[in-house]
């Protein structure tokens, strides 16, 4: 008779499919930073180097959970390098060059998810929060007792365009040609990175 095998289960067709589902769960639940492969192979009930078979990172594990194809911390560091006070207009140059391309379908669908689901919310703060804006702090030098409220501003910014040009469509802001985006929104950006901030308590920022 044959032995009965023991230990995790082999890949099977089904497997990435499991090991998504429990690395959805422990982002939502523990963030990022706090999540290990272990853990998540140990929810998919297989072995951890199955886990890198399939997805190579903790990060690309990250973007299959969330189902984008570049990583949007990749393109921040491309606009933070130069000259500081072009920032501003290269972050939202970067921004919209990906959401006029292919990849904004991507980045659509996660933000029309996010609103309505508060697992993939979760997430989606623990990108743009625990992965872009704290590379961004890291980057640029910024104050901690300004930087909470610096990138907060930013990422409202940006997800205000993304939901007006993008989600809504609302014109003429949805077929304005990106260097008037680029033009007319940079400068706020900007201004939310390194310029004056209204007076407030450590508390509230």
């Not at 072009?86 to 970067?94: D, N, Y």
């Not at 991507?106 to 590379?135: E, H, K, Q, W």
């Not at 990422?155 to 802001?173: D, V």
């Amino acid at each position: 008779m044959m032995a009965r095998r023991t230990g995790r289960r082999p890949g099977r067709q089904d497997t990435r499919a499991t090991i998504v589902k429990a690395a959805r769960t422990a982002f939502a639940d523990r963030g990022f930073d706090a999540t290990t492969i272990r853990q998540v192979a140990a929810a998919a009930d297989v072995d951890p180097a199955l886990v890198h078979h399939y997805f190579g990172t903790k990060n690309d594990l990250f973007l299959a959970v969330l189902d984008l194809p570049v990583d949007p911390a990749a393109l921040l560091e491309e606009a933070v390098a130069g000259d500081p006070a072009q920032v501003g207009t290269r972050l939202v140059r970067a921004f919209v060059t990906a959401w006029d391309s292919p990849v904004g379908t991507a980045g659509a669908a996660l933000l029309r998810s996010a609103v309505g689901n508060t697992t993939v919310a979760r997430l989606f703060r623990d990108l743009v929060y625990g992965r872009i804006a704290a590379r961004l702090v890291r980057r640029l030098g910024l104050p901690p007792q300004e930087a909470p409220l610096r990138t907060a501003l930013v990422a409202s910014q940006i997800a205000g365009l993304a939901t007006t040009r993008y989600l809504l469509a609302m014109e003429p802001l949805a077929s304005a040609p990106p260097e008037v985006v680029v033009a007319a929104v940079g400068p706020t950006v900007q201004r939310y990175l390194f310029g004056d901030l209204p007076a407030v308590t450590g508390e509230q920022v």
